[in-house]
């Protein structure tokens, strides 16, 4: 028999897993089951016998990689890939760019209404994407647009933002305005943990408030940076909210204009759960193995920098 004091001692010691219990147990069931699920289904196919009427004319048969092969070689696929790219080349940059000035300008001492100000700048994040969607994409049409309507009035062209290459340009706005204040706010907070001795001594030795912000706070909020550019080339992978909300807008924008819009097509338009799920376990690598990649540089530089 175990004494008292063992069994105390055991359960002082099982209390740490009795609570990770329950968030473990969603965990294996909405998230890790539905993963693996996807990925035994990537390799799977439906084999037809015949004309494929009557039972077990149908029958689901294991087909290694050709899913893969079939997603690598689709060239809506791959055409998915490369509008993503160019519209992460805008999105990302333009909105970390963003964030950092405005948690600068929030970060400074003459800045007024500073409370109110943070609120607005992070209150588009809160709408929700495909709400945001179509706010503005009611400010993009030309025939309901009051922009459209000012700029007739005063006899200025009228740009389509929503035809050819403004529409790269539509979609990223729509990203930027949305995602902007979550990072102004990761980078603001890191600006508000500074000692105040830093900038004390910075204003003793003669610096400005620009030589100060670009010395000094910058460097120190690098892990900050590193962290909302890890999150923004996650969603930009992943944009599916922006253009799908769009799509009845204009003819520019096809249902396979993202992967994610392909893996949708194929899914549920055309009933092809096998190559979906090649392709949704395609995209989530790529996602991976950039996000590895860039972090791993990232920790190589700090280690450099730490190093005497």
């Known amino acids: 028999m175990t004494s008292p004091t063992s069994r105390r001692a055991y359960g002082v010691k099982g209390a740490p897993y009795a609570f990770l219990l329950p968030a473990t147990v ?21 084999h037809v016998s015949g004309l494929g009427l009557g039972a077990g004319a149908r029958s689901e048969v ?3 990689l050709e899913n893969y092969r079939d997603a690598l070689t689709d060239s809506e696929f791959s055409a998915g890939a490369l509008r993503v790219l160019g519209y992460g080349c805008i999105v990302v940059p333009v909105m970390l ?8 300008m929030l970060d400074s001492e003459r800045v007024r209404l500073a409370p109110f100000t943070r609120l607005a700048i992070f209150l588009p994040y809160a709408v929700p994407g495909v709400v945001a969607a179509l706010l ?10 009051p922009f459209s309507y000012l700029l ?40 508000r943990s500074i000692p105040v001795e830093v900038y004390e001594a910075a204003k003793l030795d003669g610096a400005t408030p620009l030589q100060t912000a670009l010395r000094i706070k910058i460097p120190m909020v690098a ?13 930009t992978l992943q944009v599916f ?9 204009t003819n520019s924008v096809s249902t396979t204009w993202s992967p994610l819009m392909k893996v949708y097509v194929d899914a549920f338009a055309k009933g092809d759960i096998y190559s979906a799920s090649a392709e949704a376990t395609l995209i989530a690598l790529v996602t991976l193995a950039l996000s590895f990649g860039f972090l ?11 190093a005497p």
């Open 241 to 249: 909210n922006e253009p799908m909300t769009l799509k009845p807008l």
């Open 136 to 145: 503005w994409g009611f400010l993009y049409l030309p025939d309901v647009s």
């Open 26 to 46: 969603l965990f294996a069931l909405f998230f890790a089951l539905p993963i693996g699920y996807a990925v035994w289904l990537s390799f799977r196919k439906v």
């Open 152 to 191: 007739d009035k005063f006899h200025l062209p009228q740009p389509n933002l929503l035809d050819g290459g403004p529409l790269y340009l539509a979609l990223s706005n729509i990203a930027v305005w949305g995602g902007t204040g979550f990072n102004m706010i990761v980078i603001y907070t890191s600006l």
């Open 223 to 235: 892990p900050s940076l590193v962290l909302t550019f890890f999150f923004s080339i996650i969603a």
């Open 62 to 64: 294991w087909a290694g």
């Open 296 to 306: 791993r540089a990232a920790n190589r530089r700090n280690k450099q920098e730490a």
């Open 97 to 104: 760019g963003l964030a950092l000035l405005f948690a600068l």
